[in-house]
Structure formats: structure tokens, C-alpha cells
């Protein structure tokens, strides 16, 4: 931030509205006299424009560069000067003239140009006339609002589109050609809309309230001018406020003297020069008005959005998604009372913020510049887009101040509210670039660092010589601890030699990189990797496992070897008579062969026939192929629509059921529920009543997953249990129970009192790296097992399992409990996420086995659902996609993730979900979110948009869990009331089903 020029106008600057485009910036400089500046050089004399006779009340400069104009209002003329002209004239020292458009409208509080300027909005009181603005003529008044109008604004993508917000709370929609109301709005809010600025990028507009209400809404054809988004800037002030209260107060302030609390205003504090240094008084802070002044939506060229996106090959069928999902977005600016925030136009995040408060660093004085409190904010964008221009208004002084703000980027770092004052007062400065943290992804492309730890063991180490070798022309000499080579060398054609001192390498040095660049030739010997500080991580990781890694466990009982010789076939013991048969229970092993007496006689008697059909031919039943084989011949489909065509529906039991979570298998076969009745219920798909079993528990059922291989299924119990269970069986192979293992059972009476059950219910539960672990949570623990699966059965003890288990690593994490659990079991990748109470999310890098990345406060309130993009089998993505993960939080939106850019890359909001964890999926094509609500509806999200491309109604209840079809572009949806239902982007579906259902009533 930097303080430009210090502007003195003829009254009150917070009850106009004042002129700025970024070139050129209008005030009174009278009550009748407009002055106008040029920014280049703002301290030179204005341009003079008079013809008023009343008070000015509206001054607006026009969108078309060439001619500039700048229309000024009072209550006796609304004139339209050409800035251009008026420039000549004042240099020829000619009279100034205007172009009157309108006489004695009366009190003229807001005026707005039409995108080709040839039309000029004036919000009369309740009223707004559209008037010409070249001839004196009103087209249109406008009237229905019950209060003033504060503001009517173009829209740029439908020039005919007006846009106009009143004290009444809300807003109409008007087409200026047709001259009809196109949408007008219910009472959205308690407090009046006092501000609004239109989006150059997509048809949206952003209005603010005073009570400190950002919404934006979206203005596209269809879309019924819904709130896309809604941000509380009062939160985001008292956050800030908070902080900077505890970094006041906090006892390390004390560290460098004596601290003196001061009643004064910052202004008028001492400085540090040898004298006491002065704490900040927390009132002095805390008072700050959270009314939206002013909001602009900057603008971003064409060449900076395409450079800034990822050059990445996901959805390479549809380029121009690439460009929508990772391009630079634009910025929306906020003035408020007390501070400017720079608010990421897509993700809603706060990239910079400035307090009115701190000093602003003056360009001409040495000295710093004060801004306290703001009447009204204008701002706007020059021929350096990098650059935007603040007008503050003094609330209670005749002057305005100018100030320039560095344009922030859709890659800068988020703000974070530190409890730092240095950390306050930078953090406009904090980029990405300046970090330290690790960049995560999915597939790691980095190489193996020379002195990695993934190469110990790897290859056996030889004994060195302690004596170096000498050889002809070279010696080495160790002094201080340090090896130089003295290099002797005899000149070709001269008498004398060159005598050199090397610095000896090692075997961490870093090789040699042959570049082109003689900076990169000088600074070759001193690039080491030590002084790489970051590190790329992925889900799909091409480094090698470490050595002493936790994924390569794995858990093989270990057979009995018996130590006496096998008796063979026939062969007695000697002893006692009876003794090697004597209490041992009686058994067959075979089946005994029957007598024969009651089967039917081998020779039959001549029957004639007495059917006519003819036998049809015995059709030979293909071998089952594996599913790895089936998804070969098989493919998802490339570019499906999203799906909205009801397809059936069933109920999961006979009574109304909640449904906590589906579960597609990976063959797309089966459909597993976790039902409140404990158990947990499997469809057959397509769905037939006679494929369907119950898998019964003690408890409500959490969570269910299909294994990698759809041959298993785990489920997670209220009743502190995981189960897993065979496909097609009824009877668990395996039950986790306690935290360590089970494999003191069946051994003898010993128990382990370390071994005890899970403190708390068992929320989710999956496997891991292709089926190899189990992962579960319970409380804020994250535990690892390895396992072994044996469905067998003893013959008499049938309640004895011969599965175990045993737990590999366990992890804490920071937070009462963990809400949400996701890893990527359809192919090998190290890392597993998780969501706590604290409302943050931790990474995990398994290879380490360690935490390696925390994102606090990823939502307003803690996340219930983390959905990665993994894809299916029938489908397949480059490396880039898997980076890119989903969360969502009740009472909050939908975020996408880059995990690698560690940033919010999207936000998807316009659903109703406040209270109840509603599920959220991602579909296998990577081209759609979807989420189910409160309102009983499901949303249908283009992954590239932030508002719903689809809305499914016809639900009687909360819909609680949503799943994507893994080969066929269908969605599955499970509802509050026990009711699935199944929806498809082809009609040919539909048709087909219905065609099946009237063969089958005939």
C-alpha cells in the first residue's frame, strides 16, 4: 500500500459519489465546480469544469477510452462533458461547454454509463431514469422500489441489462430494450444494500450490505439469478481485531523495555528513538464499522490468465476447463469503515488485507500517513493492471485520499490473521513463492536427492582406504579438517608448470549440471541439494519406499511346524488300545458311500414322449474373466452430461431407515448401505430384490468401503467394531475390536492390558494401498493394520476366527476427534488425509510416517466429508488430476483443493446444508461435483463454475449420501427416509428400463 496525494474537496466527500477509472479521477472541487485529475500526476492543477449551480451529488466517468466523458449531477442539470475536449479548450483557454441531458430531476444520488456510454442511469429517490447522453431525453423511469435506490449498474456481458439495489433489501433486474422487469427479489436481509459492482470476467454482480454482507449473484440466462456466493466481512474484521489484540497483549511485547499504555490516537504517539516504547491501547483498535462502502471487481488480462494456468494434460478433451479451472482469477475489492480486503473472486478467501488504522508509507514525505476511518471507498484499475487505485473519503474532513495498492494474484498466499504485529503488518506481502512448506501432489516427478535416506541399505558399502591414492602429478593434503588436491601441471610448450589447490569433493556433492548460463557455470560447485527447501509431494509418488518404511509390513501367520516325524496311512501307534481315538469327536471328512438299496433302478423301462418342444441346445457358459480383464473391454464414458434423468428407486428396508453412506464396489456389481437399523444392507446392480442381503451389526453403521478388488467389504460400527466381510456371505470374516491386534486369541488365557478396546465409536473405515491395510478412526486417532483374511471355518469351534490382526503405526492428531478420513486405495500413493474437530486438515505421508502438511481453518466449521479424485477403472486421468481433492463442512460450501498448490482452487455454494453432513462425490470423467442438501434436493455442479448446473428434486427427505456410478454416467442418492434413487444422463437408459418393465407385465 502506498499513499499517493492528500485531495481537499468543497464539502463532505461521504455524501457524493466521487469519479475514478484509473487514468483520470473527478471531485468537487466547489459545491458547483468539478475538479478532474490526471493520476500520472495528481498534484498538478485540475481540469476546472463548471455549469452547476446547485450542489454536485453524482460524478461518473464513462467505460469507452476515446471520447472520455464524465457525467456530473445536482438538482438543476445533469451534464456530459468530453474530458478530452475540454483538456483543449482549457489549454486554448476557450469556454468549457457541456451537454445537458436533464433539467430539474430533482436529488440525484447515484448515476451509472451504459457499457458503449450512450446511455446514462440516474437513481432519483425511489425512481431511475435512463436518459441519452447526447440529446436531453428521458427513455424510461423506472419505479417499484419502496425506498432510495443507492445504486443501478450495467451489466457488461448484456448491455441492456440494468441492474438496480434499494434501502428497501432488494434488488430488480431490468432489460432496457424491451423496457420490462426481468427478476425482482424478495427481502433478502435486515440491513440495506448500499453498494454493488459487476464482474468483466463472467455475467455476475456482487452487492454489499451494512451490516457487513458480501452475496454475489449469478445474472446468466436459466440460472433464476441465484446467490452464488455470501461472505461476512464482519467476521473476517473481528478475527483480524482479535488478533491483533492478543499480539498487543501478549507478554512478549515486553521483551525490549519498558511498555507504556497509551489512551492516545495512533498519530500522535511517540516514536522509538531512545525514548520508552508504547504499547497500542486495545480500544484503540476495536471500534471499526463493518458497512460494505464500495466494491470492485478487478480486471485481469487475457495473457496473465493463460500463462497462470497449469499446463496440465487433465480433461485434455476440453482444453478450454483447464483454462477455467487453474486460470488467475479476478479479484474482488472491498472498502469497508475500517479496512480493504482483496477477496479471491472464485474461492472467496482473503488474500490481503490492510487495516485503515496502520500507517500507509508515503511516496512524497518521509514521513507516514494516517487514514483512520472511511466515509466512502471508490476504487478502480489504470493501464497497469498490477496496480489499483483506492479514493477514500474522510468521514468527517473535506478531503479525499489516494492511495495505490499492489493488484494481489489468484496463487498469493491466503491471509492468515498471525498473532504477530510483523506478521500484521505484512501480510499483503506474503506469497507462495516465499514458503517454505512442502509442495504436495499426488505423482511425485522429482528426483532422488544424492544424499536422500532412500538410498540407505541399498547398496552394501566397501571398506575405504584411509590412505588416499596417489597418482602422478597429484597430492592430496588434509589441513584442518578440510582435503585439498595440489594439481601440478607442466605447460605444452613453455618451461615452467602451474601448481593448483582443489577443494577435494565428496559424495554428496551435487553432480555436475552442464548449463548454458554463465551464472549457472560460476555457481555449479556451490549448488548442493541441502539447499533445496522444498519437496514435492503426490498422491502418486514415484520415489522409491523407504527401507524402513511402514507399508512394507504385512501380516503372514506363521505355519506350526510340527517336530515329529508324519505318521503315514494305516500306521498305529504303540500304547494302549483306544488311545489315539479316545475323547476325540466323531467326524467324516468324505461322504460314505450308500448302500444302494434306496436308489432308483439303473435300467428304465420305454416312456414315450409326450412334449413337443423342441430341446434347445445347451449353451456353453463363458469362464468369468477377472475384473481387471472386464475393464479393458470397458470404458466410462467420454463426455457424459451431468445426470438428471430419474431412472428407479427402492427402499432399503421395510420400515423408513436413515442411510449414512453408500458405497459403489469397484466392478460397479454391487451397492453397499450403512444403515441407522444396525446393519448394513447390499445391492445387486442392476438392482433385483432377489440379489440383495443384510449384513447385521450391534450399532448404527458409519461408514462402508469396497475393497480394490470389490471381493471384500469393511464397515464401521457405533458398537467400536470394523468388520470385514466376504462378498456374497452374511458372516463377518473379520472383527477389529481392540486397538493392538487380535492375535492372543485362541492361544491361551494371556490378555494384553495395553490391548484394550477403541475409546470411542469407529467414525470411518477403509483400506489402503490396494488392499494391503485397513485405516479407521476413532476419537483423534488415525490407526494402521496390516491383516490376514482366512474365510475357513473350523468344523465344532465355528465361533473361532482364524483372521488376524495386528496394528502397524497409530496417529494423533491435534483435535478432540477426527470427523473425515480419505486415501486412495485403486492404485499405490502414500498419502492419507484427515479432518478434525479444529476445523483443519492433516496430510500424511505414509512412506515417512509422519504428518507432513496442516491447512487450518479450511472451513468455518469442521469438515465431514473429504472426497479425493481417484477415477475409477474404466477411466483414467494424467498425473495432475489426482491431485485434486473435495471438502465440505456443514453451515459452509464445497472447496476444491490443489494438493500441490496447497490453495482453494474453487467453491461451489447454493445448497442448503446446515446442520446434518450431507455426502458429497466427485464423478470418475472429473467433470462434475455433487452433493445432496437439507432442502431435499440434490446439486449437480459443473466442476469449472462455482453455481449448480442441475437441481434434482422429488426427494421426501434429507438426502444423505450421494455415489457416481464407476462405468456407467449414473448417480446414486440415498435420503434420510431409507429411499434410493437412481438418475442417468441417457435417455437411452430410461427407455430401455421402461421397455424391460411392460415385457415383464404382459
Not at 91 to 114: D, M, N, P, R, W
Not at 587 to 610: D, L, N, V
Not at 862 to 880: A, N
Amino acid at each position: 500500500m502506498e499513499y499517493i496525494e492528500c485531495m481537499k474537496t468543497g464539502y463532505n466527500p461521504a455524501h457524493v459519489q466521487v469519479a475514478c477509472d484509473g487514468n483520470f479521477i473527478g471531485l468537487p472541487l466547489t459545491r458547483t465546480i468539478v475538479g478532474v485529475w490526471n493520476l500520472l500526476d495528481p498534484s498538478a492543477q485540475p481540469l476546472k469544469l463548471e455549469g452547476h449551480r446547485k450542489i454536485l451529488t453524482s460524478l461518473v466517468l464513462g467505460n469507452k477510452p476515446d471520447p472520455k466523458r464524465l457525467c456530473s449531477a445536482a438538482e438543476d442539470y445533469i451534464i456530459v462533458w468530453n474530458i478530452h475536449q475540454a483538456l483543449e479548450k482549457a489549454e486554448k483557454g476557450e469556454q468549457i461547454k457541456g451537454v445537458i441531458i436533464g433539467t430539474t430531476l430533482g436529488y440525484i444520488q447515484h448515476c451509472a454509463f451504459s457499457p458503449d456510454d450512450s446511455l446514462v442511469a440516474t437513481c432519483n429517490n425511489n425512481d431511475v431514469l435512463i436518459l441519452r447522453s447526447n440529446t436531453s431525453e428521458v427513455i424510461a423511469a423506472l419505479e417499484g422500489h419502496l425506498n432510495r435506490v443507492t445504486c443501478a449498474e450495467f451489466c457488461p456481458h448484456y448491455s441492456s441489462t440494468l441492474v438496480t439495489i434499494s434501502e428497501d433489501r432488494t434488488f430488480k433486474v431490468w432489460n432496457i430494450a424491451d423496457l420490462s422487469l426481468v427478476y425482482q427479489s424478495t427481502i433478502i436481509t435486515a440491513s440495506p444494500f448500499i453498494s454493488m459492482s459487476m464482474n468483466l470476467h463472467v455475467p455476475q454482480v456482487a452487492i454489499g450490505t451494512a451490516d457487513g454482507i458480501v452475496r454475489v449473484y449469478d445474472l446468466s440466462d436459466g440460472k433464476d439469478f441465484r446467490c452464488v456466493h455470501q461472505i461476512n466481512i464482519g467476521k473476517i474484521m473481528d478475527k483480524y481485531r482479535q488478533s491483533k489484540e492478543q499480539s498487543l497483549l501478549s507478554p512478549t511485547s515486553q521483551k525490549n523495555g519498558p511498555v507504556t499504555i497509551s489512551s492516545k490516537p495512533s498519530y500522535q504517539r511517540r516514536g522509538d528513538n531512545g525514548e520508552p516504547r508504547e504499547e497500542v491501547n486495545v480500544q484503540d483498535v476495536a471500534e471499526t464499522g463493518c458497512a460494505v462502502l464500495g466494491l470492485y471487481f478487478s480486471w485481469v488480462p487475457e495473457d496473465d490468465r493463460g500463462s497462470s494456468a497449469r499446463s496440465v494434460g487433465f480433461l485434455q478433451r476440453a482444453n478450454t476447463m483447464i483454462r477455467d479451472l487453474f486460470s488467475a482469477s479476478p479479484m474482488l475489492i472491498i472498502g469497508t469503515t475500517g479496512a480493504l480486503l482483496q477477496i479471491n473472486a472464485k474461492t472467496m478467501e482473503v488474500i490481503q488485507y490492510y487495516d485503515l488504522q496502520d500507517p500507509v508509507p508515503s511516496n512524497s514525505e518521509s514521513k507516514e500517513m494516517y487514514v483512520n476511518n472511511a466515509g466512502s471507498t471508490y476504487f478502480s484499475q489504470g493501464d497497469d493492471p498490477e496496480k489499483i487505485y483506492c479514493v477514500i473519503g474522510s468521514h468527517f474532513q473535506n478531503h479525499v485520499h489516494l492511495l495505490k495498492w499492489d493488484h494481489a494474484t489468484s496463487r498469493s498466499k491466503p491471509c492468515s490473521f498471525s498473532t504477530s504485529l510483523e506478521d500484521l503488518s505484512s501480510i499483503s506481502s506474503e506469497l507462495p513463492g516465499n514458503q517454505n512448506q512442502q509442495s504436495l501432489t499426488v505423482l511425485s516427478s522429482e528426483p532422488m536427492l544424492p544424499n536422500s535416506i532412500l538410498k540407505q541399505g541399498l547398496v552394501p558399502k566397501q571398506k575405504e582406504d584411509s590412505t588416499p591414492k596417489k597418482q602422478k602429478g597429484i597430492e592430496t593434503v588434509t589441513l584442518n579438517g578440510h582435503i585439498f588436491i595440489y594439481c601440478v601441471i607442466g605447460s605444452h610448450f613453455q618451461n615452467h608448470v602451474h601448481l593448483l589447490k582443489w577443494d577435494h569433493a565428496t559424495s554428496r556433492s551435487k553432480p555436475c549440471s552442464f548449463s548454458t548460463s554463465l551464472e549457472d557455470l560460476s555457481s555449479i560447485s556451490s549448488e548442493l541439494p541441502g539447499n533445496q527447501n522444498q519437496q514435492s509431494l503426490t498422491v502418486l509418488s514415484s520415489e522409491p519406499m523407504l527401507p524402513n518404511s511402514i507399508l512394507k509390513q504385512g501380516l503372514v501367520p506363521k505355519q506350526k511346524e510340527d517336530s515329529t516325524p508324519k505318521k503315514q496311512k494305516g500306521y498305529i501307534s504303540p500304547g494302549k488300545p483306544g488311545q489315539g481315538v479316545k475323547d476325540q469327536p466323531l467326524t467324516f471328512q468324505s461322504k460314505i458311500k450308500s448302500s444302494g438299496y434306496t436308489e432308483a433302478p439303473r435300467t428304465t423301462m420305454f416312456k414315450p414322449k409326450t412334449s413337443s418342444t423342441k430341446q434347445s441346445s445347451a449353451v456353453k457358459k463363458k469362464p468369468t474373466t477377472g475384473l481387471l480383464e472386464n475393464a479393458l473391454d470397458k470404458e466410462y464414458p467420454t463426455n457424459p452430461g451431468p445426470p438428471k434423468d430419474f431412472v428407479c428407486g427402492w427402499d432399503v428396508a421395510e420400515r423408513p431407515t436413515p442411510i449414512n453412506a453408500i458405497s459403489y464396489s469397484g466392478d460397479g456389481l454391487s451397492l453397499a448401505c450403512a444403515l441407522a437399523n444396525k446393519s448394513a444392507q447390499v445391492f445387486r446392480i442392476p438392482y433385483k430384490e432377489k440379489g440383495s442381503y443384510s449384513l447385521a451389526h450391534n450399532h448404527i453403521v458409519n461408514d462402508v468401503q469396497w475393497s480394490c478388488d470389490s471381493s471384500w467389504l469393511v464397515s464401521a460400527c457405533d458398537d467400536k467394531t470394523v468388520r470385514l466381510w466376504q462378498r456374497g456371505q452374511t458372516e463377518a470374516v473379520l472383527t477389529i475390536s481392540t486397538k493392538l491386534h487380535n492375535l492372543a486369541e485362541g492361544d491361551g488365557p494371556k490378555k494384553d492390558k495395553e490391548n484394550a478396546p477403541f475409546p470411542k465409536e469407529i467414525k470411518n473405515a477403509q483400506f489402503y494401498y490396494m488392499d494391503r491395510f485397513l485405516i479407521l478412526t476413532s476419537s483423534n486417532t488415525l490407526y494402521m493394520y496390516k491383516y490376514h483374511l482366512d474365510p475357513t471355518k473350523q468344523d465344532i469351534k465355528r465361533y473361532v476366527s482364524k483372521s488376524k490382526y495386528k496394528q502397524v503405526q497409530s496417529f494423533t492428531m491435534d483435535a478432540q476427534y477426527i470427523t473425515a478420513l480419505s486415501a486412495v486405495n485403486d492404485f499405490y500413493s502414500y498419502i492419507v488425509m484427515c479432518a478434525g474437530s479444529s476445523k483443519s486438515l492433516e496430510v500424511y505421508d505414509m512412506n515417512v510416517g509422519k504428518c507432513v502438511r496442516t491447512i487450518a481453518d479450511i472451513h468455518t466449521r469442521p469438515v465431514h466429508c473429504i472426497k479425493q479424485h481417484e477415477g475409477s477403472k474404466f477411466v483414467s486421468h494424467p498425473r495432475d488430476a489426482y491431485d485434486l481433492f473435495l471438502t465440505s463442512a456443514a453451515g459452509d460450501c464445497i472447496k476444491l483443493w490443489d494438493l500441490r498448490a496447497n490453495r482453494c482452487v474453487r467453491r461451489y455454494e447454493g445448497h442448503l446444508n446446515r446442520s446434518y453432513p450431507c455426502g458429497v462425490d466427485l464423478s470418475p470423467c472429473g467433470k462434475y461435483v455433487v452433493t445432496g442438501a437439507e432442502d431435499k434436493c440434490v446439486y449437480v455442479y459443473d466442476i469449472r463454475g462455482g453455481t449448480y448446473c442441475s437441481k434434482l428434486t422429488g426427494f421426501t427427505d434429507t438426502v444423505s449420501a450421494v455415489a457416481f456410478h464407476p462405468l456407467h454416467s449414473q448417480l446414486m442418492t440415498a435420503s434420510l427416509d431409507g429411499k434410493l434413487k437412481l438418475f442417468t444422463d441417457s435417455p437411452k437408459v430410461l427407455s430401455g428400463i421402461k421397455e424391460r418393465e411392460t415385457l415383464k407385465q404382459r
